[in-house]
Structure formats: C-alpha cells, structure tokens
C-alpha cells in the first residue's frame, strides 16, 4: 500500500529538487484564498487538495482570472464534498500560459521487477486513455534499480517520445531529477501531468503527484509526518487508529479474516451465497486478543452490519488468541449487538475453539457453513 | 518426489534468536525439517534448542553445509538477510517476512538475476513437501503426503484450499506460498514449471488473487506448456476497487488486466476450471485425479 | 582474417560533432572504415561529411543497422556513452577518451559482465585491421596487412613497434591498443586468446608495462593454452618507484608484482622472449615466421 | 593518478561523516603547537602532514609528554626535511590510550575491476608485512560497485577478521562510512591504520588516508581545492603548472617524449645504451606547439641535464606542432645550451621534418639511434 502525498506537498519537494514550479500558496478559508491571489494575481487556479484522482473533472480545481471569480471558486471548493472527502485545504496557483502539455512519470513496473520512466507529449488528464488507444504515443524505459536512470536514458525517452528539441534536455533534467526522488524517497509512483511549456518554452510542472511505499515510511521520518487523516468516514479513521487493512462497503454482512486472500475469498463467498459485505477487515498475522476485539469493535460500531462472519485459518495466529479476543470483546456486552459466526482453523484451533465462549457466538466447522450461516443471519435480522 | 525441498533440504534459519524465529525454528524442527544453523550477527556460538547460531550466513553453509534458507529478520534488514544468502550459492532462499520496502526488492530482484539461486517470497508462508520438509510458517498438521501440488499468492487461503484437499485425503507432493508482494522471487510460472517436470504430481491447484498480471501469465503458461491438469481459484471478485491517484500505475498495467474476471477467462481458455469456492476447487482435483 | 574488426563494421561514432571525433570520423572514413551513423544527443538529423547525426546510439543502430561503436565523448559522460552503446547490443565499443574516472568504469565493468559486447579500452588509441577497418586514433600508414597480431597497452608504444615490423616487411593481422588505465575492457589474454584462434596470425607482439598483473596473467594463458609464438616488450625497466601513501594498494597487489622483472620472467617462464628493444622484438617476430 | 589529501584533511572529513577522531589541531610553527598541547593535553602527538610514506618512521612524528618534549618535537619536525619534502604543518593530537590497533582499508582492486574492502586486527605500520607473509591475517570483500557495500558484508568481514565481539559493529560501521565516503568522493583508496581500541573499549581512527582519482576531480571542487603543492622541488613544481607527468631523476640524459608507454621505453633505451635519465616528461596526446616549447625550457631547467633525446611518435599529436614548437623554444636561445636530438614518426612527421630547423637539433630516424646519440652527446658533455 502507499501514502499519498498532496500535490502542494509533492510540488514543495520537487521544487526544493530544483524542479520549476508555478507560485503557489496553500489556503485553508475563502480570506486566505484572497490573499493568496492578492500575491499571485491573475489567472489563479484554485485546487482542492484532496487524495481523489480526477479531481478537475469533478469541479475540484477552477480559474479565476479576477476577484470576483477567486472568491467564488473559493466558497465552492472549500468544505465541498468530493468523492467522499471534504475540502479543508486548496493550493491558489499562478495561472501558466502553456502552448503544451507533456507527461512525465515514473513507477514500478511489477512484471519486470524494476522502475520504469515514461514520457508523452499527450500530457493531460486523458493520459489513460492515451495508454490505452496509441501505447506508441507513450516512450518507456526500463531503470535497473543497481544503477539508477542513466542521463543517456533520461535523454533517449525524451527523443523516442518526440519532445521538442529545444525543451529535451530540460525535461530529460526533469526526469532524472525524478528518479532520484523517486528513489530517495521509496516512491511507488512519481509523476508530472502536466509538464507545461510556457510560451517562452519554459518548462513547469503543473501538477505533482508523490507516493510513497507505505512499507518504507519506516526510514522516511519527514515523509511519515506528512502524512494527513482524511478519512471518507470515521470508521475508516478507526481502522487506521486500529492499523487495520480496512475498506468500508455498502452490505451488511460485517467481515473480519486473517490474510488478504482469505479476507477476499470470504467477501467473494458472502456475494456467492447471495449476501452483500459490509466491509473488508484483515486483522493480519499473528494478531493477539486484544487486536482481535478491536476488529471486533470496528464492525459492531458500523451500524450497515446486521450479522458478522469471522473467518480464521491461523498460520502465524494462533486460535486461542482469536477465541479470547472474541470473548473479550463480546462479554463486555449486556447483549450481542448482532449475530457472529466464528469458523476458525489452524494453528491451535483446538486449543481456541475449547476457550470459545459459544453461549456468545455461533460455530461453524467450514468457510463454506460459516459465510452462509453469516448470510442467513443477514437476512433475518434485516427483515 | 517433491519440488524444491525434501529431506536432503539443509536449512539455515536467519534471524534465529529473533521471537518468530526461535518460534518458528521449533515448527520446523517439530515437522521434521532439517534445520542445521541458524544466523544472528553479534550471536554466533550461542544455540537455539541446540542448533548452532553463526555471525554469518557464509560460515553457517561452510560449517553445516546448509544448502536452503529461512529468512525471518525484520523488514528494515530483511533485503540485506536476502542478499547475504544470494551470496552464498544456496539452492533456496524463502523470505517470510512481511513488508520490505519494494524498492529494496527490485535491488534484490536485480541480484537474483544474476545467481542460480530460487527466491520464495518475500511475505510469504514457505514451502512445505509433507512429510518431508516444511521451510516457512505454514501450519503443518492440515497437510498430506500426496500427489497435487500447490501453488498460491496468498498465505492462509492457503491453508483454506490445501484442507479441503485434505479433508477429502487428496495429499500434496508440495505446497508453495509465493506471496502477494509486487516484487516476488517465484512466480507461479516457476512453480508451474517445476510441478510440470515432477512425475509425482498429478494434478495442481494454483490459487491467485486480483492484481498483477501473474496469473494471465501463467494461464498462458499452462495453455502452451503444461499436461498436468491445473485447477484455479481467484480471490477478490467483489473486490471493491482502490482509491488511484496518478496514471503511472495504470500506463503500465493497462486497465484491463489484474481483475478477478480477466484471470478467471484467461485461465478458463488455458483450459483451467476455476471454482466459485475453494471447495469446488477441491471438486475439480478430485475430477482430475 | 583478423580478430574484432573488418570490413564488415558498421561504425558509429558516439560524440561525433566534437572536435575530436570530427578529425578522426574523417581519418577512419579516409583509411577505409564503414562508418555509418555518429551520435550526439540534440543534434539528431544533422550530418558530419555525409554521415548522418542521431540523438541517441539506439536510433543509430536501428536505421543505421551499426554493431560497433567508437567513443570520444569527454572524460565526465564517457562512462554514460559506454552505457549506452552496452544497451543496444552491440559487438564492440572502443572507448578512446582519456580520463575516465576509474569509479565510473568499475560501474561500467559491472555492466560489461552482463552483455556480450565486447569493450576495448577506455583511454586507448583503438584497433585497426589494416587495409580493412580502423576504429580509433592509430595513424593508419604505418600499417599493413600481414600476419602478426599485436596487442598493447600504450598508444605511441604501440606505433613505435608496428613501424618496427613494418620496416622489416611484417605486416600485421590486427593490432589493438587496450589502454593503461586500471580498469579497461578487454584485457591481453581476451586479446591472446583471439589471435591465437585466428588462423591467419602466426605470431604475436605483446607490449606490456609496469603496474598491475595483467602481463603475468597473459604469461599464464600463453604458457597454458598457446600455440602461435608470442614475443613481447615491457616498458619501464627504469621507472621510478612512486611516492605511495597508504597501503591498501599494496596489500591488495602484494609487493612482488606490478614490477618490470616480475612481468619478464614470467613471460620468459612462459617461452615468451622479451625484447630488450623494441627493434629486437621484431627480431623475434622475424625469427617466428 | 591520485590526489593526496594529508591526514588532517582526510581527518576532517571523516569525522564530519560520524567516524571518531582524537581531538587534534593544526600548527605551522612552534607558538601554534605549544597554544595546542595547552588546550590538548598530554601525552599528546605532534605529527608532520606531508605527503610521504612511512613518516612515523622517518621521524616524522613524536610523543610529548610534557611541555618540554612538546617543544623539542615542534622544533624538530617543523622545517625538517622528510624523504625530499619540508615539513611546514603538523598535526597536534590527542594521545589515545589504546588496548588494540586494527586495520581498515578500502581500495580498487584493478584484478576484479572492483573496490576491496579490508580488515584486519593486526593494524600498525606492519601491515604490508602481515599482508605478504600472513595473508589470511587481513578479512578481504570485493565490493559490487552498482550495489555499494552491503551491511552483511560489512559485518562479514568484521567477523572474519575475527574483530573483538564488543566493537565488531562499531568496526563494520566505520566500514561502511568509509565506503559511502569512497564513493561520493571518488577516492582510489582510504584506509584507517590503525583503528584504535581504546581502555573503555571505543573505536578511534588514529590516522587518516584519503587518495582521490584525479580523472574525478572536475566533479569535486572542494576536494580540488585541498590540493597543496608540496613539490621536492621547484622542477616538479614547474611541470604541475604545465600539467606535464614529470619526475625528476638523477641522471643527465633529458627526456620528452607522447604517451607513457614510449617515454618509459626512451627511458629503458638510455639506461640500455649506457646512459642515466634525467626525467621522466610525457607532454600527453595532442600537444600543440607551445607544450612543446614549455617541455623543452623544463628540461633545459635541469642543471643535471648534458643532453636531450626528443622522441615523439605521432597519433592525436602532429608532427608539424612538434616541429614549430622545438623551433620556438631553440630559436629563442643565442646558443643552444644542451644539443638535442629529434626523432619525429607517426602523424604528419614528414611536415614536420620539413618545418623542423635542423640547424638547432640533430636528426636521428629511429628510436634507437637517436636514444644512443643522445646518450653519447651526454658523454660528451659530462667530459
């Protein structure tokens, strides 16, 4: 999984990179925003600083090319709901005034086990489709990883993807300026869309986006603090408190497993057997009791849940943790908010099905049983 | 007959002394793995349960002749655990542990390439030949000695698949966990392979999950090379998709590849029947057998 | 015959717009060599006498259909040019620059291992087959075609022993200036072990210099797996002993080698007579034939 | 070829990168080095920063215990003349009380074509002996340059080495440091000998050396910039200003020649034909006319010099430069001092022989001719 970088945090670590950025100022009430163009001045792009992809064409990012218009796009993006996620913050940005837009990225290519580095002139918010309809239009170059980008690959992408000449070597600069943040960082993907050349060809990177390999935070303490909570909804802030892989959904069948796959088999088999999940939740390996309540509290507390299935196949986590974390969780209760159904396997599945306070839950000896028993229980308690 | 590990397997476990690994060591040891040293820089010539602990990977192989490794050191040290075993020449090396930096493993990966060595992993649960030999964290009471292999990116559907094969006394020649990192040692092309040349194995489930294009590959794989009947399972068919931003990502992969449906068809045409539970899955081995 | 390069190079220049890979593009074409296409990166489509300028080695070698390439690209990116000329799989690269930082090539040599291109050099004045191909800073008239192979590690050296033989009516199969630096592509015995699988060299020239062991390893090759006669030359009989610091240096080479003596009697041990001139080396090349 | 930093250069530079140094300062007469024992203390060791080998042993560095001592040493070594070279700066320094001295170096093994990393516990000013006799007594890893050094090996050849158990890790560390320091300044070699072990068990670089590629210098103005001429004399100082390889020698045939190669071999013909060189001066690839002049007006700056044998063979460097520029430098003479012989082949020799005044120089078409009349021409002379 990744941390997502804002664009304005992005574009503060590219431009201390040395990277050309538009003048900007990050502004969090419609006041500030004014101010913020007071500096800049005219046109000024106003954008939501939200972790949504295609933010523009959801009216996330607007222009204004005097007061009147700045204040408006002001009160309308701040505080708007885009895609679930509230507006708290938008980056006020000089207008450029390009004559093209290019694409510049870089990411892991997981077939070849390397970064690659791409380049398009057909930079802009249709890259995708690009990708997909002329694959031509789109230069790629494979990095080893032992040597980094070499300068003479930077330039070769550049001039395979047909950058005019008298900008290639600015944005073959870009590129390996890129990787090595890319690579200083532990980025999982780096990427200007758009590079803008400015009518004075100039080149600037118009939008920035940085993730990061959340599996490297650990020696990336700046990054790490970068880091800002918002979540579509606070049950996925919980889970996030929790450090549980979490996804919230539309059902009722509350989900909890070891182990991604398993967690998606139980999902796909609550869908199989004619239910719909309330959520995805991996308690991950090894959890010990205390984690398994937590889990347990997370979808009693989603109150779409009308039963729960948890589904154990321990490895590394062993059955007796599971079975007191679950009595934990569940004799705190006067009464059982909904229905659970326990099916647990494994490493000292024995052991937890003896500790198992069954007066609490319902037992069940396959996966199979288990989801559609979860399923039934579903369906009685939602009529 | 088995793949990659059986009796004559000589494991080095790397971080040994460490909780999991003292923990899992004993596993190992119980099921009847081989395990004859064991690594902690700082810590050699002391013992875990009398096996012998080594400042280095490099003298635990010249002192037991180890030829296989276990690696259970943190995530922040696991890339260069990986390396120092790659240095050593050793037929295998299965990582287990969870979460190393994928930048870390394309360097890896980078080396790999230039050894003879088999990576499993890394966050993986191993490889166990039952009855044999058990390298990783797999539960070892939930298997058999038989004739299917298996294959899987994840760890405990795993364990969900190889106990309905057992509940049913379908046994396993061996049972490799090649985990879901982006960047993995053996892919199930590897395994694939492997299982294809083993006379033993008579049939093969293969268990895959949504993203990547592993699996297309390997339906590819099975369509032009394999005659050992292969049955599938796809996990992650309700998925619901990830929030993106950023089109790198999808340049890559291109949209359509890495859903539940495109591997499901592109097994389907390989010839390979995916089950809709992981008891069909068990159905259709049974059919093969 | 010959060995590396003949009529059937397709030269690429990298760094042809320079003032020296201008000079010599002309030299090469002028002695006879098939150079096709020159590199250098922002002027693609421009031409240098006729040959056509590209951005990129790549380009070079796809219109071009190039599969050897020459360097005079400055000292600070003539390693990223050597890389680049590795990545298009070419047969050969001869790097010509001199001042090549030595970390830059040791990067460059790790790459090198991977490839099946052949490098001569860095720091180098090239290879020529005469009457046939010349990649490189060797003044063409003083060769001719013959049957002696020659192999060097200094440039003017190399052109002092040549006239030697040329005087005398020897002329040569191939000679190759392989650079003094520390780090270079292709070493004496790469070298020895070419001529001696060329049936049209029946004898061989070896100029040799104080500082390292490649003279003593070609010793070795030749006593071992030789059977064309081979004559040689050390330079630096006389040479000073530098000031040294530090004794890194030492312990790695040990003190006894790198010295004139050692490199002529392991030559001697090795049937190979060393010229106490270069005019007597021709003696012995004359005295061979 | 390298450059040399000297030990309180290298010193600043390891220390800035976390490897512990003694206290020390730098002094340039004997006020300054008796104003540094006062803030050191004793016993403290006064140590001449020139570019020699084997200093300590040449007298070159003494132990004061006291003031009176610390005088003595100051007035010994300051101004002292150490294998050619006057000392002028001394290193003032903290004694360390050491149980152990270890050896720790890196270098570029031209065999692999790849940097070495070495340890040893038998540190000192034997190592090279220990080097020769017991080998195995000295831990080697070959380092992959596209990787750097991995802290296994690092920690692998501390273990080997056989590095006390309680300072291993501190000892792999410096390893490490010392690689990251090798690389990013394209050192040739950089060695702590020895590494010291102190009473309370902390590891402490005791010396310090640091060589630098000097093809890698354009891309390191700082280190460029700690160059310090500390010529034997004003000869070799001479030929740093004109960039010639030059060593000065005892004979009295002088030598110029292209490429080191043929020079050497000039150098052997003389000695072969009974002569003695006078120098060593490689005027490079390519020299135009005013090198030309420039090589030879440093050779005639050599009292020693009875002779000069000009021996050119003619690739990137023109015979017609050649010719011009030895007319330059004799024309400029009343009288010739020292006869030259000219022998010119290769590139545009024939111009130049039409060029050259053979009024001023003896003509020789051979190698060995030419080297001979300028052995006897000495003779000659020296009668």
């Known amino acids: 999984m990744v941390m997502k970088l804002h664009e304005y945090q992005a574009k503060e670590i590219f431009a201390e990179a040395g990277i050309p950025v538009p003048e900007s100022h990050l502004a969090s009430s419609v006041d500030e925003v004014m101010e913020a163009v007071d500096e800049i001045g005219y046109p000024a792009a106003i954008k939501a600083q939200v972790h949504v992809g295609g933010r523009g064409k959801a009216g996330g990012i607007k222009i204004a090319t005097d007061e009147a218009e700045a204040r408006q796009a002001a009160e309308d993006i701040l505080g708007m709901d885009l895609k679930g996620y509230t507006v708290g913050k938008v980056l006020v940005e000089a207008g450029v005034d390009f004559e093209n837009e290019l694409y510049v990225g870089i990411t892991m290519d997981r077939n070849e086990g390397k970064p690659v580095a791409m380049v398009s002139t057909e930079g802009g918010v249709n890259i995708e489709e690009v990708a997909e309809e002329t694959p031509e239009a789109i230069a790629r170059e494979h990095i080893d990883p032992a040597f980094g980008l070499h300068p003479y690959q930077a330039r070769k992408i550049v001039f395979e993807a047909g950058i005019p000449r008298d900008v290639a070597f600015d944005v073959a600069s870009f590129l390996s300026t890129l990787y090595d943040l890319y690579e200083a960082n532990d980025a999982s993907d780096i990427e200007i869309n758009p590079v803008m050349i400015t009518s004075d060809r100039d080149v600037v990177a118009a939008d920035a986006v940085m993730n990061i390999d959340d599996d490297a935070l650990f020696r990336h303490d700046d990054l790490a603090a970068m880091e800002e909570d918002s979540y579509e909804d606070e049950l996925e802030a919980k889970a996030g408190e929790y450090g549980f892989d979490y996804v919230r959904l539309s059902g009722n069948v509350g989900i909890i497993g070891n182990g991604a796959g398993l967690v998606m088999t139980t999902l796909d088999l609550v869908d199989y057997y004619g239910g719909t999940p309330a959520n995805f939740l991996d308690i991950g390996g090894g959890a010990k009791a205390e984690r398994v309540a937590n889990a347990l509290d997370m979808v009693f507390s989603d109150e779409n849940v009308d039963s729960v299935v948890f589904n154990i196949f321990g490895g590394i986590t062993r059955g007796d943790e599971v079975a007191k974390g679950i009595n934990e969780a569940l004799e705190s209760f006067d009464e059982i908010p909904k229905p659970v159904v326990v099916r647990l396997a494994g490493t000292n599945a024995e052991e937890g099905m003896e500790i198992l306070n069954t007066d609490l839950v319902q037992v069940e000896g396959t996966l199979e049983d288990a989801v559609q028993r979860a399923v039934e229980n579903a369906q009685e308690v939602s009529q | ?289």
Do not use: W
């Open chain 2, 1 to 289: 007959m088995s793949i990659f590990v059986d009796d004559d397997t000589r494991v080095v476990v790397q971080g040994i002394t460490g909780g999991e690994g003292k923990f899992h060591t004993r596993q190992m040891v119980e099921y009847g793995t081989n395990v004859v040293a064991g690594t902690s820089p700082g810590k050699g010539g002391q013992d875990v349960d009398g096996i012998p602990v080594y400042d280095t990977v490099s003298e635990a192989v010249e002192k037991e002749d180890a030829n296989a490794s276990v690696v259970f050191v943190p995530p922040a040290f696991a890339a260069d655990a990986i390396f120092e075993a790659l240095d050593t020449d050793l037929d295998l090396v299965v990582a287990i542990t969870e979460g190393v930096p994928t930048q870390d493993m394309a360097k890896v990966n980078k080396r790999l390439s230039e050894t003879d060595t088999r990576l499993i992993g890394p966050n993986c649960p191993g490889i166990i030949t039952p009855g044999e030999a058990k390298l990783g964290i797999l539960p070892g009471n939930i298997f058999e000695e038989g004739n299917v292999g298996l294959v899987s990116r994840s760890g405990t559907l795993t364990y969900q698949v190889v106990s309905n094969l057992t509940e049913r006394g379908i046994g396993q020649t061996t049972a490799i966990g090649i985990g879901g990192d982006p960047i993995i040692g053996t892919s199930f092309v590897d395994a694939l392979e492997a299982f294809e040349n083993d006379p033993d194995t008579h049939a093969v489930v293969m268990c895959g999950e949504i993203g990547g294009e592993d699996e297309e590959q390997a339906a590819k794989f099975i369509a032009e090379n394999m005659d050992t009947p292969v049955a599938g399972f796809i996990a992650g068919r309700t998925a619901p998709p990830g929030k993106r931003m950023g089109h790198a990502g999808a340049i890559v992969s291109g949209s359509g590849t890495g859903t539940a449906e495109s591997k499901i068809s592109a097994l389907n045409d390989a010839g390979v029947p995916v089950g809709d539970t992981p008891n069909e899955v068990a159905d259709h081995i049974e059919d093969f057998l």
